[in-house]
């Protein structure tokens, strides 16, 4: 028997204003619909630019359980498809990434396509002659996603016909990217590297809500910090003077101190969207680059390069999938993959135009603090883990995100507060709730 795909009221009472169900992370049904009314409707990530350089470059990927495929155009526009034949459904592609060349060709029947998605040839054509097949879907090529958005060379895409414009959705938090692209002196970034995934056994809203998460630091990652403090004052005894390495520079901040975190502030947005660290953050005291802040003027002037390199946000979230850090170039990707599964992609970008450093910065970063076998990622993972398995438990059936609730916060939209208020969080699942909530068509 369905309790909530009937009983759009019965999910809306899952949120209330300052706490929320246990419901919200463990129900199956509940991912289920999210697939249909949350992640269809909303404008998911699904890309970058530069993974496919070149036309016939394509890259594939799942968004809310159904296969797409992003593919450059002879004209160097992209389109995204869903990456299944038109004939018979199979994929039409299953390597990650590759060259089309100038067509795709289903491996089952060769059906073949442009790829702009328009039918190209089948063979015995013949023997569809007067069968009706142009006039169906079938005859009509690749099914392309209802709606697409490149922005800055960021790809975003809505599953759905219903749903917010990328406009409407969106809003401010897109300054997220302007500043991360505007660090680069061209103005222009390509990934770097490889990725680095990780599959974490909990609810996606889980990881998100970590990542507005400031007061679990000094706990959390007590160890990593306390290691790297030991090491630090090893260093600095035998040489006062010692410039700090990369790595003590991206650790330490971790344990900079509950006021520290409170006092660098977060503003959200409607939708769910928010950024932490709108004065500093824990990024804000990197050491400057020989030749950085020199391009960087170069480029954009004097007033406008201090702006740019001034905004150093800790975490922006475009909620549901990204996860921006302007400062170190990385982004975090979240793709849900069960109500207790998520996977996380760490990227790493290059800022053309900016010296080798930066990059190495980014890398270092991402391999630090958010690869599989880092310093940091394993102990949020550990009670990520910790935290699903102890809600299915007996006990108290709600979460509580009472953290300096303010009911005029109820009636706001985009707004500014402390960085340890869990408004950002509350704003999330509000979002969520909203969307949720409607009854309608999905994907």
Known sequence: ????????????????????????????????????????RTWLFAGHASEVPKAGDYRTLELAGRPLVMVRQADGALRVFYNRCAHKGSQ????????????????????????????????????????GLAQCESGRGLSPV?????????????????????????????????NMVDRSPEGRLTVAGGVLRNIVHCNWKMYLEN????????????????AAEGLWAGITAAEPEAAKPMAMEQILPFGAGYDFFDRMGGRVYPNGHSVLGIHFSIHSNYAQLPGYEAAMRAAHGEERATEILQRSPQNSVLFPSLSVKGSPQAIRVIRPLAADRTLIEAW????????????????????????????????????????????????????????????????QGTAETNGTNELLMRNQFRAWAKFMGEQGEGA
């Open 211 to 226: 990542i507005n998460d400031t007061v679990h630091p000094m706990s959390t990652h007590e160890s990593a910090t306390a």
């Open 146 to 178: 209802a709606g697409l958005a490149v922005y800055r060379d960021f790809v975003f895409v809505r599953l759905s016909p219903q749903g917010p414009s990328f406009e409407d959705y969106f809003g401010g938090v897109l300054h997220a990217i302007d």
């Open 92 to 131: 039409l592609v299953s390597d990650e990434r590759g060259n089309a060349g100038k067509f795709f060709r289903c491996p089952y029947h060769a059906w073949t396509y442009k790829l702009d998605g328009a039918p190209l040839a089948l063979p015995l054509k013949s023997g569809y002659e007067n069968t």
């Open 348 to 411: 790493s970008f290059r800022a053309e135009g900016a010296p080798e450093l930066l990059l190495e910065r980014s890398m270092n970063y991402n391999r630090l603090v958010f690869s599989p076998m880092s310093v940091v990622a394993h102990d949020d993972v550990h009670l990520f883990e910790s935290m699903q398995k102890g809600l299915r438990g007996e006990g108290n059936e709600w979460v509580s995100l009472h953290r300096d609730f303010d009911p005029a916060e109820l009636a």
């Open 1 to 40: 028997m369905s309790r909530y795909r009937e009983h759009p009221e019965a999910i809306r009472a899952l949120v209330e204003d300052r706490r929320v169900h246990r419901d919200v992370y463990l129900s199956e049904e509940l991912f289920a619909l999210e697939q249909e009314r949350f992640f269809a």
